[in-house]
């Protein structure tokens, strides 16, 4: 929300001044001797303020060839682009000028976040067709028939929990009890540390049986290690958080660990079969037994752990690709702004709809989770969000509230977008209190990015550290440059924060 600390401060700088009377014109060459291309270009490089690699140019020469629109800080005296094509622009992206870091800090922080959406996304619970199309139809079973405490045979007959419990699981509303779903996480994962300590002590008792079964194509012993290799990967995996253990590889490692626990079972069945009534082999293969039941244990804990509570990433998705629409936008000004004045104009304004549209969905994940269990809440302060964002976006990109006339109006609009953060967080504080962890899971991250934002704030409109030594900072660390690194470094923050308000979320459920 503090981003619109940004668009207060540029707001004076985006609205190009009127262009300065022209320089009086040389007079005219003669016809008979006109300038040659090199001479020409010669004596242009030979004018003062003008790089030595031909390109680049003072702060002096652009307000004095009319393009001070292009250079709005005194304290930056050279490494200006001037007369760029948008070719010439876009291959700028590799050459070294005053808006290089500007450009490449937006960048590299928009492929960061594209990435972590992609780590997201494969990280993310999806339910299975059968439980969508379930809850689609809006069909439940009658509480009684999915009672844990009902028997499935009863006089030689199955009862309707047998078919519930077997086949249509996903007909069962979820229990309401208030066991936090990280409990049922961290007892299957004792149960498969559990397990694992157990193999190697099982050994002698694979070469017990295989010295007295034989004919079976596989050995114990390889069925075993088989086992050992899918539980120890997905006891890895579940000593992670919630967003670990909740995810699609972790669903695909229990399905491949059932698997294998099954086909384990009819192996251990075959070979007893061939044991016959030899009373020692039976013993040993108990023991063996005794560990495929201990994993089946634990997996029917995490298919337990699967139904009560399930919290969408969808908000959290939303903030990403805001901060990538944001940061994609500036990276976009910043390197094509100088093709002419018209595209200075049309960028400027691109920038601020970006800048607006990361501030709404910087709303999304805190407002989502923090009033999950009041959905009439949550739906009326997101809905507010999107309708300020919407009416500032289309503000933004209007030309006439880009000139100094609406200054006011323009600032006030941005203003009460940034600010409106401060409704649901008060309101969560009156609610809940401020020591709830409603309000304690979002407060630390929520005060380190808004430090962030506001310093980066206060560098950029001091022109820190540039203004106390006038052109040593014209490449490198400027203030805009180092308010681009806060705001990267805020919205990485408040992402950070935004998984553990889903942790928190998906482990805390809602009072009964």
Not at 429 to 448: K, Q
Request: aromatic residues 12%; contains cysteine.
């Amino acid at each position: 929300m503090e981003t619109g600390h940004h668009m207060l401060l540029r707001s004076h700088t985006k609205t190009p001044p009127p262009p300065p009377k022209r320089l009086q014109s040389s007079p005219p060459t003669s016809a008979k001797n006109p300038p040659t291309a090199a001479a020409a270009a010669a004596a242009a490089a030979a004018m003062p303020g003008h790089d030595s690699n031909g390109k680049l140019h003072s702060f002096e020469r652009l307000h004095a060839e009319g393009f001070a629109y292009l250079a709005d800080n005194s304290y930056i005296r050279s490494g200006y682009r001037l007369h760029y094509s948008a070719r010439d622009c876009f291959l700028s992206l590799f050459e070294l000028h005053n808006e290089t870091l500007n450009v490449w800090t937006h960048i590299v922080g928009s492929f960061i976040f594209l990435m972590l959406m992609v780590y997201l996304a494969l990280s993310s619970h999806a339910l299975s067709p059968a439980a969508d199309t379930a809850a689609l139809a809006g069909l439940t079973a009658p509480q009684s028939w999915c009672d844990n405490g009902q028997q499935w045979v009863t006089d030689g007959r199955h009862t309707p929990r047998m078919l519930l419990a077997t086949g249509l699981p996903e007909l069962c509303p979820p229990p309401t009890g208030r066991v936090a779903p990280a409990k049922y996480y961290e007892v299957a994962s004792v149960i498969f540390d559990h397990s694992l300590q157990r193999l190697p002590s099982l050994e002698r008792f694979h070469a017990l049986v295989e010295q007295n079964v034989g004919g079976f194509s596989d050995s114990v012993g390889a069925q075993m290690e088989q086992l050992r290799g899918e539980l120890g990967a997905l006891s890895a995996r579940l000593g992670g958080q919630v967003r670990d253990a909740h995810s699609e590889q972790v669903r695909s490692l229990k399905m491949q660990l059932g698997q294998r626990v099954e086909a384990l079972s009819v192996f251990l069945q075959d070979v007893a079969s061939q044991v016959g009534a030899d009373l020692p082999m039976k013993y040993a293969l108990e023991e063996l037994h005794g560990v495929a039941d201990s994993v089946r244990n634990g997996l029917h804990i995490l298919a337990t752990a699967e139904g009560p509570h399930d919290v969408p990433h969808w908000p959290i998705f939303v903030f990403m690709a805001s901060a990538v629409i944001c940061l994609t936008c500036s990276a976009t000004f910043h390197l094509m702004f100088v093709v002419s004045r018209s595209a200075y104009l049309f960028l400027s304004r691109l920038d601020y709809a970006g800048i607006t549209i990361l501030i709404a969905g910087s709303f999304y994940p805190m407002i989502y989770y923090s009033f999950y269990c009041h959905p009439w809440l949550r739906s009326a302060y997101l809905v507010s969000i999107s309708t300020m964002a919407a009416i500032t976006f289309v503000v933004a990109l209007m030309p006439i509230f880009g000139t100094p006339k609406f200054l006011v109006a323009r600032t006030c609009i941005f203003l009460a977008l940034g600010f409106f953060g401060v409704v649901p967080v008060t309101h969560l504080v009156w609610h809940f209190g401020l020591f709830d962890p409603h309000v304690t899971v979002m407060i630390g991250p929520l005060l380190l990015m808004g430090l962030l934002y506001t310093s980066g704030a206060i560098i950029y409109a001091t022109k820190f550290p540039e203004r106390f030594y006038p052109g040593r900072f014209d490449l490198w660390f400027s203030s805009h440059q180092l308010w681009h690194i806060c705001v990267v470094a805020a919205a990485l923050v408040h992402f950070a924060n935004a998984l553990q308000q889903y942790e928190w979320r998906w482990n805390t459920q809602c009072e009964a």
